[in-house]
């Protein structure tokens, strides 16, 4: 079965550092990745996925990730930190087998609290 | 958010009652999704549809139903058998097809809080 590991329950950085929110995956087959991010009391906005190709992969509001097959991990960063990136990160593996309707299983959390 | 909307925002209910949370979508998805989460910890699959008139049974289904009668809408009941119902219980959509690498795509979730 698969699986998703955020071996943190809480990151924090100092403003204008650089954020890494840490992700190991467990999958049969090639990995299809997804982080999203969770501000207090709304859903889930996608921030980025990896599909195939380049393994640095860009997403939305300057956040990358980047996959690395022999660790088996697909970090979050961002260069450099704002006070509004402070929320709960998820990152989430899709099920390989195309029959499963792209159900996606989620790691349990990161929460990321930027310092002004 | 994008096209999905969830409702109620939060949501009472006392003990043997049965409650129904709504979830409509506008992205023309096919697939859609029901989550649970609780707090400290990560989403859990109730019960996912890919196509109308279909629906599985996710990792936590028992003391849930639901139905989906038409494309757009993907109500959730929260039965009198589900122990422990308390929770923020999120809906998602996502397109199928061919390229089903896509990622799913979540409303603004509903609170339900058991008196």
């Known amino acids: 079965a698969q699986s998703v590991a955020q071996p943190e329950d809480q990151v924090n950085v100092a403003e204008g550092n650089p954020l890494t929110v840490k992700c190991t995956y467990s999958?049969?087959?090639?990995?299809?990745l997804f982080w999203y991010v969770q501000y207090p009391n709304r859903g889930l906005q996608f921030l980025l996925k990896?599909?195939?190709?380049?393994?640095l992969v860009k997403g939305s509001y300057g956040f990358e990730a980047e996959f690395n097959k022999s660790q088996t991990s697909f970090h979050l960063k961002k260069p450099s930190a704002l006070v509004s990136d402070s929320a709960l990160y998820f990152c989430?593996?899709?099920?390989?087998?195309?029959?499963?309707?792209?159900?996606?299983?989620f790691g349990g959390g990161t929460r990321v609290l930027v310092k002004p | 958010d994008g096209g999905i909307t969830q409702s109620p925002k939060y949501l009472f209910r006392k003990e043997g009652q049965n409650v129904t949370l709504s979830c409509e979508q506008n992205?023309?998805?096919?697939?859609m999704y029901w989550y649970r989460q609780d707090p400290g910890q990560g989403l859990r699959l109730i019960y996912y549809?890919?196509?109308?008139?279909?629906?599985q049974k996710g990792d936590i289904a028992e003391g849930y139903s639901v139905s989906r009668e038409k494309k757009e809408s993907f109500p959730l009941t929260v039965t009198s058998a589900q122990k422990n119902p308390t929770a923020f219980y999120l809906c998602?959509?996502?397109?199928?097809?061919?390229?089903?690498?896509?990622?799913?795509?979540f409303g603004p979730g509903t609170r339900l809080t058991v008196l």
């Open positions: 998602a959509s996502s397109p199928t097809g061919t390229s089903t690498y896509n990622e799913q795509f």
């Open positions: 999958v049969s087959g090639n990995p299809y």
């Open positions: 990896y599909i195939t190709g380049d393994n």
């Open positions: 989430a593996v899709r099920e390989p087998i195309k029959a499963a309707g792209n159900k996606l299983t």
């Open positions: 992205l023309n998805h096919d697939a």
């Open positions: 549809s890919q196509i109308v008139n279909d629906f």
